[in-house]
């Protein structure tokens, strides 16, 4: 059993960083790679960065590609996200996620789940 608590979001202005954290817990030893998702109101739970738990591959999203970097430390078993040049579309409750195997990076593929931190970006 995995446990992931994200922390971070907030409100921000149009063009402002932000910076998002998921500490794991558990069997954290089990987890292969580790993502964020984003969901907007009425929307679907959609794909923004993935990075392996032992290689630190990383991908992203072309929406977020280029303003948002993924990063770990595996010895705090904390993932993190780095957001730049926010844009109004970013706004969206975030989610980090794990997994226990490679996969593509659909939400039904993934094992484990946070309870999510709103970002909201103002213009």
């Known amino acids: 059993q995995v446990q992931l608590v994200e922390s971070g979001g907030g409100l921000v202005q149009a063009g402002g960083s932000l910076r998002l954290s998921c500490a794991a817990s558990g069997r954290t030893f089990s987890i292969y790679s580790m993502a964020w998702f984003r969901q907007a109101p009425g929307k679907e739970r959609e794909f923004v960065a993935a990075i392996s738990w032992s290689g630190g591959v990383t991908y992203y999203a072309d929406s977020v590609k280029g303003r948002f970097t993924i990063s770990r430390d595996n010895a705090k078993n904390t993932v993190f996200l780095q957001m730049n040049s926010l844009k109004s579309e970013d706004t969206a409750v975030y989610y980090c996620?794990?997994?226990?195997?490679?996969?593509?990076?659909?939400?039904?593929?993934?094992?484990?789940w946070g309870q999510g931190t709103q970002v909201t970006v103002s213009s």
């Open positions: 996620a794990a997994n226990l195997r490679p996969s593509i990076f659909k939400a039904s593929e993934f094992d484990y």
